[in-house]
């Protein structure tokens, strides 16, 4: 397939002869005018531009800096007749690829759109890889292979996933890993909040709108849907999505088509749609909150996300990831968790999941100065020191009638023992008293 290329000059002649020169390797786009020129791009998103300096009474450089406001990627190479150095460095600064002079030298003009592509193509590659480095699935527990198993067998389908799972979970990176280990890996990846716009502004930003559809609409817009041609999109947290949008999206999987706001042109658009919610959209339904036709239109394959608890496992998997991630962010060098702090953490409910667990490692190794985070590491948080463990059956004393006042506190604090995991700090501060009385409390009962 050829790469798209833009060429805006206000000579008319060096267009065609650009085109001519160039049309064997490129699918070519021309414009004589910067808003003509502006239009184009909007639509059409080419990689690479080849940009006139002089646009009779506008800037080459006004437009370049307009298109790179759009997408910073993009390879623009200017061309003027009035060269300077001045204007070259001007170029440069501004984020032109090159800056040639004419006339120009066709096999120089060629070999520089070469390597420009050849940029791009590079660019991208490195994008791709980089997805499948850093968003990969961690771990290796049932509920996590049983997942891998089922993302191999429909990533290349073009069906619709809805992945449901609590807040922390690693709904969007399962999403991201359907979409890098699947045949539209090299297309892109968008995704958006529904929860976090209001429902036309929402609406706007997923089909799009044409200059002066509304106030603020001061230019083309394609919207998200179209920018994820020929790959996937991941609409977050979708039970959120208002009645009416949902209307509007339901005729989207319907029919495959888009149509900007205060536009009668369709277009064809070919995106895989992924769906996350942590709601229980069969109950949304039932309550009317959610449309039940788009329930089942964007349910074709079900994922859950399950929550760390129920793969507490993986622990070993995931606490090394995240330490080593945060000694990259912070410049540390820790090597590993304690054992006693690796059991309080297997102790743990973890009610925030993965992401949690993140905050925790991410808080314990800014903070920490050791080689080895211990339990007093992550006693620095909160959510640590007034932790729940798993089992809540246990969560308990007895105390009968008759039992004198001594027996009593012996339980209290042999209680608290073992829920603090021996440790007399965090025994301390959860029953309100010092280190001191608490170290002569468990030598006056023998505990």
Not at 99 to 128: C, D, G, H, M, R
Not at 176 to 205: G, V, W, Y
Not at 382 to 395: A, F, L, V
Not at 414 to 432: C, E, H, P, V, Y
């Amino acid at each position: 397939m050829k790469n798209k290329l833009l060429i805006v000059d206000d000579e008319k002649a060096i267009l065609r002869s650009l085109k001519f020169l160039l049309e064997d390797y490129y699918e070519i786009y021309t414009s004589d005018n910067y808003n003509e020129a502006l239009d184009i791009f909007n639509k059409e998103r080419m990689p690479l531009v080849l940009l006139d300096l002089r646009l009779k009474e506008d800037s080459g450089f006004s437009l370049m800096k307009e298109i790179l406001d759009i997408d910073p990627d993009i390879m623009v190479i200017i061309m003027t007749a009035y060269s300077t150095i001045d204007n070259s460095i001007e170029a440069i600064k501004s984020g032109a690829y090159y800056f040639i002079t004419k006339p120009i030298q066709n096999e120089q003009l060629i070999l520089l759109l070469k390597t420009a592509a050849e940029k791009v193509k590079l660019a991208k590659k490195i994008e791709s890889l980089e997805c499948h480095i850093k968003k990969d699935i961690i771990g290796e527990s049932k509920k996590i292979k049983d997942i891998i198993n089922v993302i191999n067998k429909i990533k290349d389908t073009d069906a619709t996933i809805l992945i449901t799972g609590e807040s922390g979970t690693g709904k969007e990176l399962l999403a991201q890993k359907i979409h890098t280990s699947s045949n539209r890996a090299d297309n892109p990846f968008s995704a958006i909040n529904c929860a976090a716009l209001p429902a036309d502004l929402l609406e706007s930003e997923l089909f799009g709108y044409k200059k002066g559809a509304f106030t603020g609409a001061y230019r083309d817009e394609i919207g998200l849907i179209r920018k994820a041609d020929k790959g996937t999109l991941l609409l977050d947290e979708i039970g959120e999505m208002d009645l009416r949008l949902q209307s509007k999206l339901l005729r989207f999987l319907q029919e495959k088509e888009v149509r900007q706001i205060g536009s009668d042109t369709t277009f064809k658009v070919d995106v895989r749609i992924i769906c996350c919610t942590n709601k229980n959209l069969k109950k949304e339904v039932e309550l009317g909150n959610f449309r039940g036709d788009l329930y089942y239109r964007i349910n074709v394959i079900n994922i859950t996300s399950p929550p760390l608890r129920d793969r507490i496992e993986d622990l070993k998997y995931l606490i090394p990831y995240f330490i080593e991630k945060y000694n990259i962010a912070f410049n540390k060098d820790i090597k590993d968790l304690t054992p006693e702090a690796y059991n309080l953490l297997e102790n743990y409910r973890f009610e925030g999941n993965v992401r949690e667990l993140e905050n925790i490692i991410q808080r314990a190794v800014l903070l920490d100065t050791g080689e080895y985070l211990g339990v007093e590491s992550l006693n620095l948080m909160p959510q640590i020191t007034n932790q729940t463990y798993k089992d809540d059956s246990e969560n308990y004393i007895r105390i009968y009638q008759g039992e004198n006042i001594k027996d009593i506190e012996k339980k209290v604090i042999k209680f608290a023992l073992d829920n603090n995991k021996q440790n007399r700090k965090w025994t301390a501060d959860s029953l309100g008293i010092s280190e001191r009385s608490i170290r002569y409390k468990i030598k006056e009962y023998n505990l």
